[in-house]
């Protein structure tokens, strides 16, 4: 005699709506003169359209300056939403050219690659901590490499490069401090900064149009955070 079976199917799950703010440098910002369309703010809000997504970077603020303005992203805090703060600095923080006290007052020069990596990477640790007070997820995002700047000497540079690659390397071997990575630096268009298909001519900021850098950084990213 055949049996028969009852299946009680439950409601199906709704995913949380997003609340994404991005924190960072004129990289994350899209600056350089990369068109307002290929920003990662735009890309990212065309491909997750229920979610709301700020950008309250600061264009040429270290990490020290970006970890003093916190309040710039945990005052968008959506106790309805799943709150995610996409995070990104380190070419101002390791950019000790610029005439200020080098690496955020820390001391440091790029004179060891490693020590500075580590420093910078201990900045993150505590913008994480300031970030998770808030009521955000902390989601750290890699940055491409860059030149120092194009009046620097060369062992200068290669020492930046150096420090940049320690601490990308740091992120990806303690991803599971942070509640996620998103890692375009690893995207190898993002590591030749003389190639202007990705970078624009200062060496630095990416790329603008529908193939540049900003839309390569951009969807890197994307292919990283929730849906």
């Known amino acids: 005699m055949p049996r028969t079976y009852s299946i009680t199917i439950g409601p199906a799950v709704t995913p949380a709506l997003l609340n994404i703010v991005l ?6 910002a899209g600056g350089g003169g990369v068109s ?35 309040a710039d992203v945990t005052s968008l805090y959506n106790g309805a939403r ?3 703060a996409l995070c990104q600095e380190c070419s101002n923080y390791l950019n000790d050219t610029r005439g200020e006290a080098a690496f955020g007052g820390d001391g440091l020069t790029l004179s060891d690659p ?20 808030g009521g955000f997820e902390m989601w750290v995002v890699t940055s491409p490499n860059a030149y120092e700047t194009t009046a620097s000497p060369l062992s200068n540079n290669t020492q930046y490069l150096a420090a940049q690659d320690a601490f990308s390397a740091l992120i990806r071997a303690n991803a599971a ?6 890692d375009p630096a690893a995207d190898a268009r993002m590591q030749n900064t003389a190639n ?19 839309v390569v950084y951009s969807n890197d990213i ?6």
Request: with cysteine.
């Open 177 to 182: 401090q942070f509640d996620g990575v998103c």
């Open 23 to 28: 924190q960072g440098n004129s990289i994350l």
């Open 114 to 133: 490693n020590a500075a990596a580590l420093a910078l990477y201990n900045h993150y640790l505590l913008w994480r901590d300031s970030i998770r007070a």
């Open 222 to 227: 994307l292919a990283d955070i929730p849906s």
């Open 196 to 214: 202007t298909a990705y970078f624009s001519g200062d060496r630095i900021h990416m790329s603008d149009g529908a193939s540049g850098g900003s």
């Open 82 to 84: 799943r709150n995610i």
């Open 36 to 70: 307002n369309q290929y920003r990662p703010l735009s890309m990212i809000a065309a491909a997750r359209p229920t979610a709301n997504v700020t950008d309250v970077s600061r264009g040429g603020v270290d990490i020290v300056g970006l970890r003093a303005n916190v």
